[in-house]
């Protein structure tokens, strides 16, 4: 019988170059995601190792933990979960990507962003409700000019609305009309998510070693 090779496994580190910078996380480089979208300020470049994705230029370590901080509520920090199922389902049109917003975090790099100051992280927690609006809102922005119009209406979420009036006036219509076909998709896509540890939205708590 005829024997085949087996094909070689190229590191990550294979692809570390000026084109791809290291992730400020885990120090894997990292990989083009998504190009430029008016309302980011730059392209989105993600981690394989870690899943961090990074909007524009990428920084250090100490940026990502500042904007990691800037996201706690009391005890908790809530990130909307670039390793999700909502966000491998919308790409480009997932309610993660919002204005300002520069790294988007999962619960494996927070876990190893925290560590370099001493911290873990001692649990994790879907937030159903939460994640629920946020799945529901990606499927919207399938259908949408605008992104996260419907959650701009009725929280405060920032949005990026369409650039015409009459996209505007479309995105508002669709929103209402396609409200509940968006949720009766969203509820098992999300509860799907939450079994498998790939909620939208996670609230997680910190310690020190």
Same mark, same amino acid.
């Given at each position: 019988?005829?024997?085949?090779?087996?094909?070689?496994?190229?590191?990550?580190?294979?692809?570390?170059?000026?084109?791809?910078?290291?992730?400020?996380?885990?120090?894997?480089?990292?990989?083009?995601?998504?190009?430029?979208?008016?309302?980011?300020?730059?392209?989105?470049?993600?981690?394989e190792?870690?899943?961090?994705?990074?909007?524009?230029?990428v920084?250090?370590?100490?940026?990502?933990?500042?904007?990691?901080?800037?996201?706690?509520?009391?005890?908790?920090?809530r990130?909307?979960?670039?390793?999700?199922?909502?966000?491998?389902?919308?790409?480009?049109g997932?309610?993660?990507?919002?204005?300002?917003?520069?790294?988007?975090?999962?619960?494996? +790099?927070? %876990?190893?962003l925290? *560590?370099?100051?001493d911290?873990v992280?001692?649990?994790? #927690?879907?937030?159903? =409700? /939460? !994640?629920?609006?946020?799945?529901?809102?990606?499927l919207?922005?399938?259908?949408?000019?605008?992104r996260?119009?419907?959650?701009? +209406?009725? %929280?405060?979420?920032? *949005?990026?609305?369409?650039?015409k009036?009459?996209?505007? #006036?479309?995105?508002? =219509? /669709? !929103?209402?009309?396609l409200?509940?076909?968006?949720?009766?998709?969203a509820i098992?896509?999300?509860?799907?998510?939450?079994?498998?540890?790939?909620?939208?939205?996670? *609230?997680?708590?910190?310690?020190?070693?």
């Amino acid at each position: 019988m005829e024997q085949t090779e087996a094909t070689p496994v190229v590191p990550l580190e294979a692809g570390a170059g000026p084109e791809n910078p290291p992730c400020p996380a885990c120090g894997e480089p990292l990989f083009g995601w998504i190009g430029p979208k008016r309302g980011l300020s730059g392209p989105v470049r993600r981690c394989e190792s870690c899943g961090l994705g990074i909007v524009g230029e990428v920084g250090d370590t100490e940026a990502a933990l500042h904007e990691l901080d800037s996201l706690r509520r009391g005890e908790l920090i809530r990130i909307e979960n670039r390793g999700s199922t909502a966000c491998a389902l919308g790409g480009a049109g997932w309610a993660g990507l919002q204005p300002g917003r520069r790294h988007l975090f999962t619960p494996e +790099a927070v %876990r190893r962003l925290v *560590a370099n100051r001493d911290q873990v992280v001692k649990s994790a #927690r879907w937030r159903p =409700l /939460a !994640s629920l609006a946020g799945t529901w809102q990606t499927l919207l922005n399938s259908v949408t000019f605008g992104r996260n119009v419907a959650l701009a +209406a009725l %929280r405060d979420t920032p *949005a990026v609305p369409g650039t015409k009036p009459w996209q505007r #006036r479309i995105d508002a =219509l /669709a !929103s209402i009309v396609l409200a509940l076909p968006a949720l009766v998709i969203a509820i098992p896509v999300e509860l799907v998510g939450g079994l498998f540890r790939r909620g939208a939205v996670i *609230a997680l708590k910190l310690e020190l070693f």
